[in-house]
């Protein structure tokens, strides 16, 4: 079974420039979160998709957005890119999210600079 | 506000010696926790959970205690291994219709051969 795939594995925009990751989840899996990983910051939560619905945000501002495709596909967007942007953008899947128990399944992230 | 905190950025232990991970944690609507491991270039992944049931799990060399009077867990490896160098995660789940993950900010482990 295919994992979490990510693309691409890294970026490089300039300041005010515009991003769109991409994230394949594990066949099955029906809930995409982002998450946004830098140094001493760990992982913070972006926002999470299930069935093409965003079910739930983190405190990013509205340069972030997200969407899910009816094959659970998802795409996360950045808008008039800024320095503190630059980071690691992990996705995740899991079965439908809402269990306790349930795992979270993550890529290998998009590595993305911003100049 | 962070509700999940690795307060050691890094520690360093002997092959073969035990490493002590904690976390500590202020939401006390959390039920479920997590740790997970990530290597450079990798996504996380898991490595053991516990239930705000229980006081304790044990997976193999991995064992998570949780003392929820205190808001405070740890991880402990033994024995430690090479293998185990990784930045560990802990991560805490509330009740919600999401159940979002709530991560630390990782303790990068080095074990020294």
């Known amino acids: 079974k295919a994992g979490v795939t990510q693309t691409p594995r890294y970026l490089i925009k300039t300041r005010g420039q515009q991003v769109t990751l991409s994230c394949s989840p594990i066949s099955g899996h029906r809930s995409v979160s982002w998450y946004q990983q830098t140094p001493g910051q760990g992982l913070q939560f972006l926002f999470e998709y299930f069935s093409e619905t965003q079910r739930n945000k983190g405190n990013f501002p509205g340069r972030f957005s997200g969407r899910q495709f009816s094959n659970s596909r998802s795409e996360m967007n950045v808008s008039t890119l800024e320095l503190g942007d630059s980071a690691l953008y992990l996705c995740a899947s899991s079965l439908a999210g809402g269990h306790a128990n349930e795992k979270l399944f993550f890529g290998s992230g998009t590595q993305l600079s911003v100049l | 506000d962070q509700q999940v905190k690795q307060n050691s950025p890094s520690l360093s232990v002997q092959e073969g010696r035990i490493s002590i991970l904690n976390c500590d944690y202020t939401?006390?609507?959390?039920?479920?926790f997590l740790w997970y491991k990530k290597y450079p270039a990798e996504g996380p992944t898991f490595l053991i959970s516990?239930?705000?049931?229980?006081d304790k799990n044990e997976d193999g060399r991995f064992t998570v205690f949780l003392n929820k009077s205190a808001k405070h867990l740890s991880l402990h490896i033994v024995p430690s291994q090479p293998g185990d160098s990784a930045v560990y995660f802990c991560?805490?789940?509330?009740?919600?219709?999401?159940?979002?993950?709530?991560f630390g900010s990782g303790t990068q482990l080095t074990v020294l051969p």
């Open positions: 516990i239930s705000s049931i229980k």
């Open positions: 991560a805490a789940k509330g009740a919600g219709s999401a159940r979002q993950l709530t």
């Open positions: 939401n006390s609507m959390f039920d479920y």
